[in-house]
């Protein structure tokens, strides 16, 4: 066995002689496995390097900038929509603050008068922008009616001797015309 181990390492293999022939017609003939080659390669984006991945994802791209813009549209139309809605209900509950029995303001005919006089007494006054309450108080010396922009006000008022000797505003804002010459504002 040992004598086949020492021939071995004498005698090169017939496989690597061959290979060692090999190699230099490879190199003195650079043509030679030119039969190797293609007749029409395949197009390819080789020459464009890193930017053949950036056209690669083109398709990707488009796909997600597509979703984001339409989830943007959809979420700005929601947007516009619930805001309506909010505006919608905000209307409805300032009309049943201002019209809380509508069966009963039904029953009132158009045109009544909306003003109160009161010539003497204590009393807590109510006005209100719209019908049926008053919006006009006729006291023995002046006339209370609404400020501008104001839906209701309540008040107090103490009328004695044909003389308003009280007025307290307790919510909104009311506009106090004198009617008397010797009148004095009561209102700060």
């Given amino acids: 066995m040992a004598e086949l181990a020492a021939q071995a390492k ?7 002689a061959g290979a060692g022939a090999e190699a230099p017609a490879r190199e003195s ?3 030679a496995r030119d039969d190797e080659l293609l007749d029409d390669p395949p197009h390819t984006d080789h ?18 900038g597509a979703a984001l813009g ?46 109160m ?14 019908a049926p309450a008053i919006n006009l108080l006729h006291l023995p ?15 107090k008022v ?5 003389k308003t000797t009280r007025l307290v505003v307790l919510t909104g804002e009311i506009v106090e015309t004198l009617t008397h010459a010797d009148a004095q504002p009561l209102l700060p």
């Fill in 29 to 31: 003939d650079p043509h």
């Fill in 10 to 16: 004498l005698e090169p293999d017939a496989d690597q």
């Fill in 141 to 155: 010396d002046r006339d209370i009616t609404l400020a501008p922009g104001v839906d209701k006000a309540q008040l």
């Fill in 70 to 115: 339409l989830a943007v549209i959809v979420a700005g139309a929601v947007f516009l929509v619930h805001n309506q809605a909010l505006r919608e209900q905000e209307e409805q509950l300032r009309q049943k603050r201002l019209h809380p029995l509508p069966e009963l303001e039904a029953t009132i005919t158009p045109g009544t008068p909306r003003e």
């Fill in 158 to 162: 103490e009328v004695n001797g044909g």
């Fill in 117 to 130: 006089t009161v010539s003497e007494g204590n009393m807590r006054v109510s006005l209100s922008a719209e």
């Fill in 47 to 64: 020459h464009l390097g890193r930017f053949a991945g950036w056209r690669a994802a083109r398709q990707v791209r488009v796909f997600v």
